[in-house]
């Protein structure tokens, strides 16, 4: 059996999460068979170790610690299959081996004001993510171990100089010796570099001396092993006195704290993600931990089965002249084996065909992976954790790293259910779903989520424990809150809304009440017309999910009729971007009043027998076109919601051809200023509400703004232009073609019917041949006869015939 020097703790420092670490660990304690394993960790870790064995415990997972009352101060120790600390818990729970954990307690680090920001980010003591420190001859910078030990080396790459000497070593031969030399590494590192910076290191070190001393002095100095990270292996060496590391521990700030183990990701393992101790690939560091031979052709297959599912044309032929290329880079480069660097090399050039797009999904999906881990249901928990769980298993939503979209048809009892889930976590500030445009209907009855867990939702549902111990009491109870703290009218009615989509009927009264009295004092427009909108679409989910909003519907009417009486004067006298915003609002409240309208018909249409039906919106539509010619004859309203207005009336068939034409006449006319006319032509036909294709359709207003704009004077050009450019680019590019044919041909001034010379843009006459090629298609969809049956009628075998009031012909041209 392989011996060690020296009569003290056996000391493995090692690189967190790293895979030859952790071969090095499990190969040193099965060697030095230690009796006690002291860990790298949160000590109130200690009773949830027992955890480790059970088998609904599958790495990646996390220790998580947070303040009991406050639990946004928290605090992450991420563990995967490859780490050495779970490893040596893994090794520790199949010998019998008591683990304890031995860094400075949550309790004073989560104290701390920066406290949990540093524990979430990960500990310094690895190499790689240590802080440098200076001493008198050495500037205060942050140091990368990895990176020291590498140039020192000759490498530019430290993940390539650690893959060479750790993850590429064989196994046999001394198992100690790895520690040995990468001890005194740190050792001269320590010397040159002090702390890194970092005084809480020098805290942290004194508690782990402590917990050393503490186990040997109970198992004896030659049966302790302690794991930790390389950078503290020097500081636990050091000879220094109890009563000094008493006297830096005292006094230490204290909070009570709860711990947990909760899933993780290979994805927040990356360091790409912000954590202080992660790796650059943990998708790659898991298979060569896994791998139990020919790493190199495992992954490369691997990745042939993942393009192939891609729908790539990957071949084993591929598989093979990859890893040779591999293998001969390996060689060119003078590295022991391929790496990382070289296996994508290969892929680049033999699988992707010299393309990176392919390579990120490789990247994406293997290099760093979408891993989530599961933890036991005995594992301590918040309640309204477990009844998320719980809600989560009988829906059958089951938590996944990987992004996916979820379709959703609330006419289903299931998916209706997933749906109340999903809303009241976003309204509890969970964001495991957000909501995003349906694919294929625009219908209220369908909805689609985007769904991914992330390891941070743990901590939100901690937070979110304090509303209650359901998911239903907590979303009640939050949105009650939220009521009553809203700073604005349409922050309540956007929480209305979310209420109904959540179906909270305890919460509905409070929020409605809270409603009506802001509702009754807000006397801006603005704020008004804010609010309608969401109010009214409240109704329509209402609706759809069979919710009662009798209440909420007199509340949106009151709001709609609050909006007519306040809104012509307070259009008046706006400057450029207020005007801009107050178009935004009235094409808000015309959809809102045009869905009210809908609603109320269709209350009334579905009244009872002998029951007379509620008259939600009755006649609004009128007073609401009644508001809108108001605005768009008055003068004194700006220009932009001027024309906004008439457009609208045109569309709706409130005002003749004529009548259009009237209103921009004046409105373009010499007297009026060019800036306010390009304004209300911006209200007219900005591309946001379709004014292109009335221009297209409409020779005689195209005639109009192209007259006012040849007319307008060289020194106002310039000011206009930018406007203008803003309205016309908004168009589909076919419009702007269209229109710029249709100005370059001229446009008519007979209106908007077929004049006597043809359409511009198009021939002066029907080419007869061109229109006769279609009535073989027509016949082939119509029927086989179509226009030429078999009586004189054409008859049932006939298809189509005389008397169905279709002439093929006319329908061509």
Partial sequence: MTTRAGEGPLLLGVRHHGPGSARAVRAALEAGAPRVVLIEGPPEADALVALAADEGMRPPVALLAHVVDEPGRSAFWPLAEFSPEWVAIKWAAGAGVPVRFMDLPAAHSLARAEGAQDAAEGEPGEPGDAGAAGDADVDAVRIDPLAVLAEAAGYDDPERWWEDVVEHRHGGGDAFAPFDALGEAMGALREEYGTGGHDRDLVREAYMRIQVRVAQREFGAADVAVVCGAWHVPALRQKVTAAADRALLKGLPKVKVDMTWVPWTHRRLSRASGYGAGIASPGWYGHLFGAPDRPVERWLTKVARLLRDEDRMVSSAHVIEAVRLADTLAVMRGRPLPGLTETTDAIRAVMCEGSDVPLSLVHDKLVVGDVLGEVPDSAPAVPLQRDLTRLQRKLRLKPEALERELELDLRKDTDAARSRLLHRLRLLGIGWGEPVESRGSTGTF????????????????????????????????????????????????????????????????????????????????????????????????????????????????????????????????????????????????????????????????????????????????????????????????????????????????????????????????????????????????????????????????????????????????????????????????????????????????????????????????????????????????????????????????????????????????
């Fill in 446 to 813: 369908r909805e689609t989520w985007r769904l991914r867990w992330e390891p941070e939702l743990s901590v939100r549902v901690a937070e979110a424990g304090v509303w209650g111990t359901t998911v239903l009491a907590s979303a009640t109870a939050r949105a009650e809150s939220d009521a009553v703290g809203a700073g604005a009218l349409s922050d309540v009615t956007a929480l209305a809304e979310r209420c109904l989509l959540a179906e909270l009927p305890d919460a509905l009264p409070v929020v409605m009440r809270v409603l009506a009295d802001r509702a009754a004092l807000d006397a801006d427009v603005g704020h008004l017309a804010q609010a309608l909108p969401a109010l009214v679409r409240s109704l329509r989910y209402g609706d759809v999910r069979g919710t009662d909003t009798v209440a909420l519907g007199e509340v949106a009417v009151g709001l709609a009729e609050r909006v007519f009486v306040g809104l012509p004067p307070a259009c008046a006298g706006l400057d450029g971007d207020a005007a801009l915003e107050m178009r935004g609002h009235v094409d808000a409240v015309h959809q809102a009043v045009g869905l009210l309208g809908e609603l109320g018909e269709g209350r009334a249409g579905a009244g009872e027998a002998g029951v007379r039906p509620t008259p939600l919106g009755a006649g609004m539509r009128g007073r609401w076109y009644s508001v809108l010619r108001v605005l768009g004859e008055r003068e004194s309203i700006a220009g932009v919601v001027r024309g906004l207005c008439v457009r609208i009336l045109t569309d709706s068939g409130e005002l003749a051809e004529d009548e259009t034409a009237r209103l921009m006449g004046l409105a373009l006319s010499r007297g009026t200023e060019p800036a306010e006319a390009a304004a209300w032509i911006e209200g007219f036909v900005g591309g946001g509400s379709g004014g292109g294709m009335l221009l297209v359709h409409d020779e005689r207003l195209l005639g109009l703004v192209d007259a006012w704009l040849t007319g307008v004077p060289d020194r106002a050009f310039t000011d206009v232009l930018p406007l203008l450019r803003r309205t016309f680019s908004a168009y589909e590019p076919g419009v702007r073609r269209t229109l710029g044919e249709l100005v370059r041909r001229g446009p008519a001034t007979g209106g908007a019917a077929t004049l006597a010379g043809g359409i511009p843009g198009f021939g002066a006459e029907l080419d007869g041949e061109r229109a006769d090629a279609v009535l073989p298609v027509l016949r082939l969809l119509l029927g086989e006869g179509a226009g030429a049956g078999s009586g004189a009628d054409g008859g049932p075998e006939g298809g189509l015939g005389a008397d169905d009031g279709i002439d093929l012909v006319g329908v061509s041209r």
